[in-house]
């Protein structure tokens, strides 16, 4: 249906719509660090992060290249599992803030111990127990999808898979590619997902954020994955769209990171609603919400403004991201009665 042939939503309706409980499925882990978490932690370690802030406190970088460099840089203060167990306890709470149930997050065995399955294993074991204390206080579910750095090349993806493999169970149950997608090709990493498949793992990459639609087909042909994180660039050729849909690709979109990042020019000339008309399975999260200034509530309202989406579409899209979830069937059907009795 055209938008224009939508009912528009009045403030109520869309205030109701970002109080509905949520499944965020694209998350990275230190990208959820508020910037004040990372000044204090930096201030405390005595290294001198200042040149990462803008004066009103918030990060600052210039462009997606530069801001994984940023990233990084913020991320060297994280340097022990309690690091990461008190990141954890305020990405979460801020989360939860936002009406997120259910979310799967990036973790990177690159930054949680330097690829030391040992190390790993403390790191991860630290998070859990953060996440779990979480869930008690919040209601708030969290899964992990262990993720490889492009850039960091083929070789230290292997030692992430190959963590990954170590520890893949119903809590770590995906295995994906973050990084800057511009470097080499996804199929330069199939050795690593095929090992995180064999392991018992699901599949994602980041795909079609920057590069066009043949990066999408390449993430499914080559890596064999379950869901593409970002993709939206796919709609510069029908095909590919189609494929996707027939092949029920389920797409991680993050519209504010996006149009945050340039992807589209504003958030009415994003895909996001052309692809879910078509018939892609669509899902909505924030990829590194202090970042890109975005939370769930803010996707949700501007979404609902934007396309006029209602609180029926909201709900189909989180029933869509349950289903694409890499958890096992009793955690899922558990999110779902929350997705339906809001
Ligand atoms: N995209 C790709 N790689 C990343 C991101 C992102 O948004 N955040 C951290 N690593
Ligand atoms: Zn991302």
């Not at 990459?205 to 939206?232: M, N, T, Y």
């Not at 990829?287 to 934007?306: C, G, N, Q, S, V």
């Not at 006029?308 to 890499?326: G, P, V, Y």
């Amino acid at each position: 249906m055209k938008i224009e042939d939508r009912e528009p939503l009045d403030d109520e309706a869309i205030d109701a719509i970002t109080r509905l409980p949520k499944a965020e499925l694209h998350l990275h882990f230190e990208g959820g660090a508020p910037p004040g978490f990372i000044r204090d932690l930096a201030k405390k370690k005595k290294v001198d992060l200042s040149k990462i802030f803008n004066a009103d406190g918030s990060y600052a970088y210039r462009d997606f290249v530069h801001f994984l460099s940023v990233y990084e840089a913020a991320t060297s203060v994280l340097q022990t599992p309690e690091d990461f167990a008190r990141l954890c306890t305020a990405v979460l709470e801020q989360s939860a803030e936002n009406g997120v149930v259910y979310s799967e997050t990036f973790l990177s065995p690159d930054f949680c111990g330097g690829g030391d399955v040992v190390a790993w294993r403390e790191y991860l074991h630290a998070i859990r127990e953060a996440a779990e204390a979480a869930e008690r206080a919040h209601g708030i579910t969290l899964r992990g999808i262990v993720t490889c750095i492009r850039h960091f090349g083929p070789d230290q993806a292997r030692t992430a898979a190959r963590c990954a493999a170590e520890t893949a169970d119903d809590w770590l149950c995906g295995f994906g590619m973050a990084g800057d997608e511009n470097m080499g090709k996804q199929k330069d990493f199939s050795y690593s997902f095929d090992m995180a498949r064999e392991a018992g793992l699901k599949l994602t990459s980041h795909a079609g954020e920057w590069r066009g639609p043949q990066e999408v087909r390449e993430a499914v042909e080559d890596l064999g994955v379950a869901r593409i994180g970002h993709g939206v660039r796919a709609i510069g050729d029908l095909a590919t769209v189609d494929m996707l849909a027939e092949q029920e690709i389920t797409l991680e979109v993050c519209p504010g990171s996006n149009v945050f990042l340039g992807v589209f020019p504003s958030l009415d000339k994003h895909p996001i609603d052309q692809l879910r008309e078509r018939g892609v399975k669509v899902t909505v999260s924030t990829d590194d919400p202090p970042f890109f200034h975005t939370t769930m509530r803010k996707e949700y309202a501007a979404l609902a403004k934007t396309f006029r989406w209602d609180a029926q579409t909201f709900t189909e899209l989180n029933r869509t991201a349950m289903s694409a979830a890499f958890c096992d069937a009793e955690t899922r059907d558990a999110v779902l009665k929350k997705i339906d009795n809001p």
